[in-house]
């Protein structure tokens, strides 16, 4: 089975609080591609991260960081000081070598609290 | 980057009318396009798969004869919900890949919400 689980449904924090969010993927394939989207309430899906399976390490952007384990089949998001403008549905997608075709995970929803 | 839009941004419609749905890429070739839809509180379902100057690929569970698809340029490509009903009502998606892009790389649009009364 192909399958993106994200779940976490919803998560609430305070502003400066860290936050992570979980990603778990099944695949038998070994040359895959993994996605986090952000959505805010304007509903645009805002690409900020694509990782390919034989790329383990890990990267930070800003306050963005990624983490995955292809041990346990996760590509976990974190976001540091999280900030008001975080507060979004978060998406993480699968897909593989020579398909267009993005699995989807159910979305987690971030509300950053000032 | 990669600029999709899409028009109209939200619409609303009475049962029973056809209502179309534009998605272009504004600074690139699309050879493929995506519909997605997403439900209130849902994740996106790929709807259909189309490729410039082909037929389009529905997954499964999806009407192809309610929901027409075109792709008849590198730049445009329409989704028409015929013979609209409420359940159609929804958020609905457009991505695009370009013929130079990663492979993998979507650019997405965004998103027209469609009410039916």
């Known amino acids: 089975a192909q399958k993106v689980t994200q779940a976490q449904t919803e998560i609430s924090v305070v502003e400066k609080e860290d936050v992570t969010l979980d990603c778990v993927y099944e695949t038998r394939d070994t040359t895959y591609y993994l996605f986090w989207y952000k959505q805010p309430p304007s509903g645009e899906l805002v690409f900020l991260i694509r990782?390919?399976?034989?790329?383990?390490q890990n990267e930070i952007s800003g306050r963005y960081s990624w983490n995955f384990q292809k041990s346990t089949s996760s590509f976990n998001f974190t976001i540091t000081a999280s900030q008001v403008v975080d507060s979004a549905v978060y998406f993480c997608a699968l897909t593989f070598y020579n398909t267009d075709k993005l699995i989807f995970g159910t979305g987690t929803r971030l509300q950053v609290f000032p | 980057g990669a600029v999709v839009s899409q028009h109209p941004s939200w619409v609303i419609c009475k049962s029973g009318t056809s209502v179309k749905i534009e998605c272009r890429s504004l600074?690139?070739?699309?050879?493929?396009m995506f519909w997605y839809r997403q439900f209130p509180k849902q994740s996106l379902m790929l709807m259909a798969t189309?490729?410039?100057?082909?037929?389009?690929?529905?997954e499964q569970g999806v009407e192809k004869d309610k929901f027409l698809i075109n792709h008849a340029s590198l730049t445009l490509s329409t989704l028409t919900v015929t013979s609209a009903h409420p359940e159609d009502s929804s958020f609905y998606i457009c991505?695009?890949?370009?013929?130079?892009?990663?492979?993998?790389?979507?650019?997405f649009g965004p998103g027209t919400r469609l009410t039916v009364l």
């Open positions: 600074d690139f070739q699309a050879t493929t």
């Open positions: 990782r390919n399976s034989f790329d383990e």
């Open positions: 189309s490729n410039e100057g082909s037929k389009a690929t529905y």
């Open positions: 991505s695009a890949r370009g013929r130079q892009g990663n492979y993998n790389e979507q650019f």
